[in-house]
Nanobody, 118 residues
Framework: QVQLVESGGGLVQAGGSLTLSCAAS????????MGWYRQAPGKQRELVAV???????DYADSVKGRFTISRSNAKNTVYLQMNSLKPEDTAVYYC????????????WGQGTQVTVSS
């Protein structure tokens, strides 16, 4: 089992910055990939950024150049630095951890609200 706890959400004006954190505990040695997803009201959950073992990263086109995902292996924590925030970034942000094959499990945090005012 893996437990994920997010923090760092809040209210910010357009153009501002926020940093989200996701601390993993439990069987963290099984984690192969961690990422951030978001879900806005009335919309499907979408991938924002992902970091894979070896520090390979990928981003949604809508956040490239503005968001940066990183991690601290020592702290079992992944971060999402969000700059130049836009009102359309408003959503609940969820941390996700995916375990290594052959049996892949998905774990989710409780979500943290990010609201960007115009």
């Amino acid at each position: 089992q893996v437990q994920l706890v997010e923090s760092g959400g809040g209210l910010v004006q357009a153009g501002g910055s926020l940093t989200l954190s996701c601390a993993a505990s439990g069987s963290t040695f099984r984690i192969n990939r961690m990422g951030w997803y978001r879900q806005a009201p009335g919309k499907q959950r979408e991938l924002v950024a992902v970091i894979i073992s070896g520090d390979s990263t990928d981003y949604a086109d809508s956040v490239k150049g503005r968001f940066t995902i990183s991690r601290s292996n020592a702290k079992n924590t992944v971060y999402l630095q969000m700059n130049s925030l836009k009102p359309e970034d408003t959503a609940v942000y969820y941390c996700n951890a995916k375990t290594k094959p052959p049996t892949i499990y998905d774990y989710w945090g409780q979500g943290t609200q990010v609201t960007v005012s115009s």
